[in-house]
């Protein structure tokens, strides 16, 4: 099944090998676009999609609004955090009212689990999950993957070490359900209070130290650490987490030659990644905000049915 | 006002019968068994109503010792009446409530207006448990004795675990004057903060902050160990894990007065099913691991579990129809308890059906002490009848609770009740209660 049969994105986990290698092909002349004088196309031309964001990511918001820009949908965003929730509108009140206003994508970023999963049961939208709860943010684990390959001209068979809190972590979620299925070797390192029990189970090997998950690596996927862990007892203090888990460029020499280097920004540098190691040659931190248009620019284009040949054009 | 219950496959056990024949009931009591070899068998028939049982199992009736009405309080989630009329659709004829109404069920007049509700209502009967302590804020005993003469048959604080270990101690050796259970719903708080499903595999691949095991099972030991120290009676409500098993084990092994209650849908369902966001499946305790049902299974059949108990726990569509994690934790399982253990244990072979009619009915009735869940001359004639082969699917649309919230919707069951008997009465036939 190719994923421009699907009604929606909310997960890279039911989300087959072939659908995410669509993804990633449509992508390619996506990033064409984004890097042109002029970038716009007139693919999505008439057609509306709406970002609504229960939680703050301006960021991600921005990179959904211009990837529907650059295809000429017309894009808008609903403020939700502080208008509805505060008033105590439902979720499917909202969605009902969003739907009544016609736009055929809905863009959501929620902080609980499976919200998104309740409101594709729930209306005739499209739905893109932008990032919910401690569950998916499957746009971020595709760009991670389209960043990936473009470097390493596939992903079959890496080795691939995401370090921080995998606990909470919807991108560590998405990369390591995307990257299984491409017989990709994950390995996940964190204090164990931010390793899930059973991890093992999906063919994933926990390593309670950085350099274990590090050594022999192709790519190194740093997560934001958020501070409030600590509020919450996981860690002692920030600074016994960077002593211990901080990415430094020494820690480079027990990685594969040309490992590269992720992180889903923003980051804290000097915490979970040392700034040398941020701005270093390894690093394609950049690169990713600029795939991340172009992979929500195929994702939309998928979804929205703009014309095949149109994609390039 | 006679009654003849005709050719059912009896089964009471709390009397080893299991044997084809008639029962015979009067002014709504029980007046004995007639084998269907009797050849004067009917010799009283002219007078009296005859139902015909044949195909059908004749059991005493049914008891769920854990059920929520909402009544007083929150009567449009339930309330007495249709929370009756529930039990009575889904074959009980005995059901005890939760205090946790408001206001809370800590003094007499609060048990007595429960009392009175069912009574008016006249479906089947309804026993209130008083709360463990006022308000079940957790600090001082409710006035057991005044709950005792109101009609409470037992205290606890569901749904608001007792957290402090001296109040407990205090509850269990204090309600030793009543000889009544002290019903204990295991969680330690401070472990299942935020929780919203079982902890293991399936919360990480959901996202879903997890519940450990141990957070019950902590609790049970704790527990036991109070009613050790104080010779009080502990029962554990709806055990989930299996390690809360194994202490109840070592502790029946050792003399404590302990039971223990499971619910039909921690049997049945695993944490796997929470993968659909469907806020059916949000319970407390959460739906455990597969790992976890194969024990609780294994201890039903085993003996070491003392009742089936529902916790119906009904909602209103509102608590329900939103994200998961701001969902209400329950199911509403009157009407469908009796259907998925007969469909989903007994004719699977792992339950065998005698055992199935002890949990339902002597089981409950010996935690609690009452005279009751017995087909014996001069007990109340409270009958349940099973069609054993009725196949029907679960609807919530026609449930006569006012509640629709369960995770078995759709599915197609084999085994429901078919009539139920209350003091005499039919109040139920094939889920409709007239
Ligand atoms: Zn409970």
């Given at each position: 099944?190719?994923?421009?049969?699907?009604?929606?994105?909310?997960?890279?986990?039911?989300?087959?090998?072939?659908?995410?290698?669509?993804?990633?092909?449509t992508a390619i002349p996506m990033k064409d676009i984004?890097?042109?004088?002029?970038?716009?196309?007139?693919?999505?031309?008439?057609?509306?999609?709406?970002?609504?964001?229960?939680?703050?990511?301006?960021?991600?918001?921005?990179?959904?609004?211009?990837?529907?820009?650059?295809?000429?949908?017309?894009?808008?965003?609903?403020?939700?955090?502080?208008?509805?929730?505060?008033?105590?509108?439902?979720?499917?009140?909202?969605?009902?009212?969003?739907?009544?206003?016609?736009?055929?994508?809905?863009?959501?970023?929620?902080?609980?689990?499976?919200?998104?999963h309740y409101v594709a049961r729930n209306t005739s939208m499209r739905v893109i999950n932008a990032g919910d709860g401690t569950n998916e943010h499957p746009t971020q684990g595709l760009l991670d993957m389209f960043t990936i390959r473009e470097h390493k001209g596939r992903l079959d068979g890496l080795k691939v070490a995401i370090l921080g809190d995998i606990l909470h972590s919807r991108v560590a979620r998405s990369n390591i359900y995307g990257l299984l299925k491409f017989g990709c070797e994950v390995r996940v390192a964190g204090p164990p209070t931010l390793i899930p029990p059973d991890v093992e189970r999906l063919g994933v090997k926990p390593c309670f130290t950085l350099e274990e998950a590090i050594r022999g690596a192709d790519v190194i996927n740093v997560l934001r650490i958020q501070k409030e862990r600590q509020q919450a007892g996981l860690f002692p203090s920030v600074d016994e987490y960077s002593n211990l888990y901080m990415l430094r460029p020494d820690h480079l020499r027990l990685a594969a030659p040309g490992a590269i280097v992720l992180h889903p920004g923003p980051m804290n540098r000097g915490v979970e990644i040392s700034s040398e190691m941020a701005d270093g040659p390894r690093s394609v931190i950049n690169e990713q905000v600029m795939n991340g248009v172009a992979v929500r620019m195929a994702v939309l284009f998928l979804m929205m049915g703009g014309g095949r040949d149109e994609a390039a054009s | 006002m006679r009654l003849r219950v005709r050719d059912g496959r009896i089964i009471d056990?709390?009397?080893?019968?299991?044997?084809?024949?008639?029962?015979?009931?009067?002014?709504?009591?029980?007046?004995?068994?007639?084998?269907?070899?009797?050849?004067?068998?009917?010799?009283?028939?002219?007078?009296?109503?005859?139902?015909?049982?044949?195909?059908?199992?004749?059991?005493?009736?049914?008891?769920?010792?854990?059920?929520?009405?909402?009544?007083?309080?929150?009567?449009?989630?339930?309330?007495?009446?249709?929370?009756?009329?529930?039990?009575?659709?889904?074959?009980?004829?005995?059901?005890?409530?939760?205090?946790?109404?408001?206001?809370?069920i800590d003094n007499g007049a609060v048990a007595s207006y429960v009392r009175k509700r069912a009574q008016d209502a006249g479906v089947i009967d309804v026993l209130p448990f008083g709360s463990i302590t006022k308000r079940q804020a957790g600090e001082e005993l409710s006035e057991m004795g005044e709950l005792v003469r109101a009609g409470c048959v037992g205290f606890s604080d569901d749904g608001k675990p007792v957290m402090r270990a001296d109040v407990m101690r205090n509850a269990l050796s204090y309600s030793r004057i009543f000889n009544a259970p002290i019903i204990s719903h295991c969680e330690d708080l401070n472990l299942t903060r935020d929780g919203q499903m079982h902890e293991g595999y399936y919360s990480f691949v959901f996202g879903l902050k997890g519940i450990p095991a141990e957070a019950e099972e902590t609790m049970v030991a704790r527990d036991l160990l109070l009613a050790r120290l104080t010779g009080g009676r502990l029962h554990v409500c709806h055990v989930s894990t299996r390690g809360s098993l194994e202490l109840i084990r070592r502790a029946k092994a050792e003399g404590i007065a302990v039971t223990c209650e499971v619910t039909p849908h921690h049997l049945t369902l695993t944490d796997e099913v929470v993968g659909s966001y469907d806020t059916n499946t949000k319970v407390n305790p959460p739906l455990r691991s597969e790992d976890h049902?194969?024990?609780?299974?294994?201890?039903?059949?085993?003996?070491?579990?003392?009742?089936?108990?529902?916790?119906?726990?009904?909602?209103?569509?509102?608590?329900?129809?939103?994200?998961?994690?701001?969902?209400?934790?329950?199911?509403?399982?009157?009407?469908?308890?009796?259907?998925?253990?007969?469909?989903?244990?007994?004719?699977?072979?792992?339950?065998?059906?005698?055992?199935?009619?002890s949990l339902f009915t002597v089981g409950p009735a010996r935690v609690l002490g009452l005279d009751r869940g017995t087909l014996s001359p001069g007990a109340r004639a409270d009958i349940t009848i099973i069609d054993p082969d009725r196949v029907k699917r679960v609807n919530p649309e026609t449930f006569n609770s006012k509640a629709r919230n369960t995770p078995f919707a759709g599915m197609e069951l084999r085994g429901w009740p078919w009539m139920t008997i209350s003091e005499g009465r039919v109040v139920a036939h094939d889920g409709s209660v007239g």
């Open positions: 099944m190719g994923f421009d049969q699907r009604k929606d994105l909310l997960g890279l986990r039911d989300l087959g090998r072939e659908e995410i290698e669509q993804i990633l092909d984004v890097q042109r004088e002029i970038k716009k196309v007139p693919t999505l031309r008439g057609k509306g999609l709406i970002t609504v964001f229960y939680e703050n990511s301006t960021r991600t918001r921005t990179s959904f609004e211009l990837a529907g820009k650059y295809l000429s949908a017309d894009t808008s965003n609903l403020a939700v955090s502080t208008s509805s929730v505060q008033k105590g509108e439902t979720l499917r009140d909202t969605i009902k009212t969003i739907e009544m206003m016609g736009p055929q994508v809905i863009i959501m970023r929620h902080s609980m689990s499976g919200a998104p | 056990p709390a009397h080893n019968v299991d044997s084809v024949a008639d029962v015979l009931i009067e002014d709504g009591r029980i007046v004995g068994l007639e084998p269907a070899t009797d050849p004067d068998r009917g010799s009283t028939q002219g007078d009296a109503q005859v139902i015909d049982a044949t195909g059908k199992i004749v059991c005493p009736g049914f008891i769920d010792m854990h059920v929520h009405f909402r009544d007083p309080g929150y009567e449009y989630k339930e309330d007495i009446e249709t929370g009756s009329r529930a039990a009575a659709a889904g074959g009980f004829t005995t059901v005890c409530c939760m205090p946790n109404t408001d206001p809370v049902v194969q024990a609780l299974r294994q201890a039903l059949s085993e003996g070491l579990i003392d009742c089936i108990a529902t916790d119906h726990a009904p909602h209103h569509l509102e608590s329900k129809d939103c994200e998961y994690a701001a969902a209400a934790p329950g199911i509403a399982g009157l009407e469908t308890a009796v259907a998925v253990i007969m469909d989903r244990l007994v004719h699977s072979g792992a339950l065998d059906i005698t055992k199935m009619v």
